[in-house]
């Protein structure tokens, strides 16, 4: 797979979600994960990196409105 999507925790490890050959499907994918809403509150960032090349194209911090409400 090219296109590595991941999540970084408050522990500075990242964890793997989904891997994709073509960007068009894990652009979709990384925007899916990003206005998702049922975050625990120790997942800071989600992260979009090419492997080929090993550079990161995109990452976002989750904000408040992404995690569980208590």
Not at 26 to 42: G, H, P, T, V
Request: glycine share 6%; charged share 30%; aromatic share 10%.
């Amino acid at each position: 797979m090219v296109y590595r999507i991941a999540i970084g925790s408050e522990d500075g490890a990242f964890r793997d979600v989904c891997c994709h050959e073509d960007l068009d499907d894990a652009m979709e994918a990384f925007n899916d994960l990003i206005n998702q809403r049922d975050w625990c509150q120790s997942d800071l960032v989600v992260s979009l990196t090419d492997d080929r090349s090993g550079k990161r194209l995109a990452q976002y911090g989750l904000q408040d409105f992404n995690y569980r409400s208590l």
